[in-house]
């Protein structure tokens, strides 16, 4: 399967896309937008959403994976990022989807980070009828913590370093490889379940593994009209073992939970 | 500088993002460079360490390509029948004949990281277009001394025998657990698991590139597994006279995938002024083969502005991994 990749974009903040077209006869006439997870977190999710994606596409859906300003392939440099122009791109991003395939409506959906942006985004998008929700974020100050003891431990791992490293090692803001200013993580802790509500949702997939078990009871508090989808996971994705930062995330049975809720969805 | 999608190979089926410098800096004659991913990681590299370095060369005037190999990222599978070993040669290959077609580049200088510098280094024994080689914690094998260097700091630290203790345990907890359903990326990656080749093909491998005066900057990592020294390389292989061609550089305090901006930025360093040197000062694109004496070959390895030669102490990166059913972005193995 090809996938189509390009960038869009004004010259220096062009973002990097790729396109899953349907390889089916049948096309849905909803697309899918998937939004990736942050830092070290998106490294090791990309395999499953590349695989995510064709699965979905080999359903019939037009599936749109893209790299946020200043991460991945696209331009820029995450120093210079903002939850907020990145929420801007998702809207770009769906607008992007809707001209290039015979779509009419939208799922949008992620893994941890990129799940909270899919809901906070849901909110801007009219077009968006359903949610992929993979081990979401809801609580963005609690991230931010975990994401600091995470790495307050990695420098401690001596199966990655040969001696203990010190936090003066690192730079200001450095998390697990990437090194966010100070406005971001802000931003980034701002984010709470209680801003995650959306309205006109018909549909809701999630992914739930022991780390965000809560999640769907919180979820199904704040957002009464949804339909749910749930699975919970029995693996066990490591998201705070320090030994385990560099391991992909492989998890088959979440996402054959996902392309088989999406084709209920869609059905 | 403009960064452009490439598209190559069988069917398009290759994608990468080709660096181009701007067009005041002059690059003609200058080889391109190819950044050859590693494991499951994608082209923009552990951490975004291979954009880096290519807006970095490309702003030096070198253009530099980074890619999925076939199956990883955003490239399709291999339609040859080719084992997955023998595809990411024949990708390199592709890279070199798509840049060679649309740039007119005539030497190429091959980059990677654990498996993408296995990669490098056979692409590079295979292809006479290839003028280097840059190998992140490559083929390396184990001397008398490593074990020495490995072990040593391990007996007298009280951290690693309760590490070593409690990684046990977990072996012996995840022993009884159900064995999850394998991914098709377990299967394909697990060639990287088996044997590589042994040391008496290397040597004639490197031998063979020294001949044709291929320029090798080998990096190691504390946090390779397989090197505890700074002299290893060079014991490893001294039955090839490397002469001029090779520079070695050990950072005994990074980790394999280079996490740390600290640790990165110095990586970057150290590759962008070894190219520098040798493919933008340059006055004669292929110089002879000089012959330097044994005693003096501590003079090429000019890029160890960093190198200590104390002891290193780095763990094996053998994880407790019966517990997961993830694969290693970047695994490595083992060659004694």
């Given amino acids: 399967m090809l996938i189509e990749s390009f960038h869009s974009g004004h010259n220096g903040q062009r973002r990097y896309l790729s396109l899953h077209r349907p390889t089916t006869q049948l096309v849905r006439s909803m697309g899918v937008v998937l939004c990736y997870p942050l830092g070290h977190e998106y490294f090791r999710a990309h395999r499953s959403y590349v695989n995510c994606a064709e699965q979905l596409a080999q359903l019939g859906f037009p599936v749109m994976r893209f790299d946020y300003f200043g991460s991945g392939d696209s331009e820029g440099d995450i120093g210079h990022a903002r939850i907020d122009d990145w929420l801007h791109e998702v809207t770009d991003v769906v607008e992007e989807l809707k001209r290039s395939e015979p779509v009419s409506s939208i799922a949008l959906g992620g893994m941890r980070f990129g799940a909270a942006l899919a809901l906070l985004a849901a909110q801007r998008i009219e077009s968006v009828r359903a949610l992929i929700l993979w081990d979401p974020v809801i609580d963005g100050a609690r991230y931010v913590t975990d994401l600091r003891r995470l790495h307050g431990r990695m420098l401690k791992d001596l199966e990655r370093f040969a001696r203990a490293r010190h936090a003066d090692d690192c730079g200001e803001g450095e998390l697990i490889g990437t090194r966010y200013r100070s406005r971001f993580l802000h931003e980034l802790s701002g984010l709470d379940p209680h801003a995650l509500s959306v309205a006109g949702i018909d549909e809701a997939v999630l992914v739930n593994t022991a780390a965000t078990a809560a999640s769907e009871s919180v979820f199904r508090r704040l957002n009464n009209g949804t339909r749910w989808r749930g699975f919970e996971s029995p693996r066990d994705y490591g998201w705070s073992d320090a030994r385990r930062t560099t391991e992909a995330i492989m998890d088959p049975e979440a996402i054959r939970h996902i392309t088989t809720s999406m084709n209920a969805i869609a059905a | ?336």
């Avoid at chain 2, 590299?45 to 199956?71: C, H, K, N, Q």
């Avoid at chain 2, 490593?146 to 690693?160: D, E, Q």
């Fill in chain 2, 1 to 336: 500088m403009s960064e452009q999608l490439h598209r190559f190979g069988i069917d398009a089926h290759l994608c990468g993002v080709l660096n181009m410098p701007p067009s005041a800096v002059p690059s003609g004659g200058r080889p391109a460079v190819i950044f050859i991913t590693a494991g499951l990681l994608h082209k923009p590299g552990p951490f975004r360490l291979y954009v880096e370095l290519s807006r970095t060369l490309a702003a030096m005037g070198i253009p530099a390509l980074r890619f999925d190999l076939s199956g990883i990222g955003e490239s399709g599978r291999s339609r040859t029948g080719e084992s997955a070993e023998q595809s990411s040669v024949t990708d390199v290959r592709e890279a070199m004949d798509s840049l060679a077609e649309e740039l007119g580049t005539r030497r190429f200088v091959l980059t990677g990281l654990c498996s993408g510098a296995e990669v490098a280094h056979r692409a590079a024994s295979q292809d006479t277009r290839v003028c280097a080689v840059v190998a992140m914690d490559g083929y390396m094998v184990r001397t008398p001394a490593y074990y020495w260097w490995h072990y040593l700091p391990r007996v007298f630290s009280a951290r690693k025998w309760l590490d070593f203790a409690a990684s046990k345990l977990q072996r012996l907890r995840a022993g009884g657990r159900r064995r999850m359903e394998s991914t098709p990326e377990e299967e394909a990656l697990a060639f990287w698991e088996g044997p590589g080749p042994d040391r008496d093909q290397l040597v004639m491998e490197f031998k063979s590139l020294c001949q044709r005066n291929v320029r090798q900057l080998q990096i190691f990592s504390g946090g390779s597994g397989d090197c505890s020294y700074e002299g290893q390389f060079r014991d490893a292989f001294k039955d090839v006279d490397f002469g001029e061609l090779l520079d070695v550089c050990f950072f005994p305090e990074a980790d394999h995938l280079y996490v740390l901006q600290t640790d990165r930025r110095r990586l970057l360093r150290t590759i962008t002024r070894w190219l520098g040197k040798h493919f933008i000062d340059e006055t004669v694109p292929d110089s002879p083969r000089i012959s330097v004496p044994r005693s003096r070959q501590s003079d090429a390895a000019v890029f160890m502005p960093n190198v200590s030669s104390s002891m290193s102490n780095h763990a094996s990166n053998s994880t407790s991994d019966n517990l997961s059913h993830s694969v290693k972005l970047a695994g490595r193995r083992h060659f004694e």
